[in-house]
């Protein structure tokens, strides 16, 4: 293995029937680790996790409550629990630390709550953010990747949106201050690609990768993978985001293919 890469997918809550599709896309995937996010205590979500655990992946995935949307973290590489939380909202933000000839790598998987006008979900996006920003350890010396559905921009974005608020702005600029650099802006300056895009044509870059300095010199490749959300089998309504790092693991699991119908029929939840 040259590089050790890692993709964020947001899952978008899937029923079973696409759970299985995204099971089959995903376990063929170049990527040893991936993040899932939009993950629920649903049907969908439970069968992925145990799919692949039974596969012999490590499988790093709070339940959230009903209702509520987390991260799953799945792993081709042995991992333990990593060095970020935060106290509230846990399940949106799972860090696991994988091994390398070159140090520990931590890999923090975000979910950012969305949010409409109203107080109490501005307030609840306000939170989280705060807990991020006190749960993610500075960049510093370490090998740090934060990644996954931020439902926020960047304070460039193109189009500008006026209903983005500055706290929101303000977290994609602390984690600038922190030390940490946007993975896809160091090696396309210029580009203008949108892992989202609404109903009415327009364009957002949700999904991000921020590396540490460390990490940043030996980043190969940051790109969007688009097919998942506008292809014809149309996995997701997000667009996957893949990172490339010129690392190498030390401790690759022994996996099989994950079976797609080896359960039986799922209960309803």
């Known amino acids: 293995m040259t590089t050790l890469d890692v993709l964020t997918f947001n899952l978008n809550n899937p029923g079973r029937e696409r759970a299985e599709r995204q099971l089959a896309y995903l376990a063929a995937r170049p990527e040893p680790v991936l993040v899932l996010t939009e993950t629920a205590d649903s049907a969908g979500c439970e ?5 692949f655990t039974a596969a012999g992946y ?3 995935f709070p339940r959230p409550a009903r209702g509520e949307r987390g991260v799953m973290v799945v792993s081709r590489l042995a991992t333990r629990p990593g060095t970020a939380e935060t106290g509230y909202l846990p399940h949106r933000c799972v860090s696991v630390t994988v091994d390398t000839d070159e140090g520990q790598l931590d890999v923090i998987g975000l979910y950012v709550p969305s949010r409409d006008a109203t107080d109490a979900k501005k307030t609840r ?4 953010l705060d807990q991020c920003r006190a749960g993610i350890p500075q960049a510093e010396d370490s090998l740090r990747l934060v990644l996954g559905d931020f439902n926020l921009l960047e304070p460039a974005h193109i189009p500008r949106y006026r209903f983005f608020q500055p706290f929101e702005y303000g977290f994609y600029e602390w984690l600038g201050q922190s030390g940490y650099r946007d993975a896809f802006r160091a090696l ?6 949108y892992s ?7 364009g957002y870059r949700y999904d991000h990768a921020h590396v540490s ?7 190969r490749a940051c790109t969007y993978v688009h097919d998942v959300r506008t292809g014809p089998d149309r996995l997701t309504d997000h667009s996957a985001l893949s990172v490339s790092l010129a690392l190498h693991p030390v401790k690759p699991l022994t996996v099989t293919v994950p079976e797609r119908a080896a359960d039986p029929a799922p209960a309803l939840f």
């Open 47 to 51: 069968f992925l996790a145990r799919r």
């Open 58 to 60: 490590d499988v790093a």
């Open 125 to 128: 996006k306000r939170t989280f």
């Open 188 to 193: 396309h300056p210029r580009a203008a690609e």
């Open 196 to 202: 989202w895009v609404g109903r009415t044509g327009d």
């Open 213 to 219: 300095a460390v990490l940043a010199s030996v980043l």
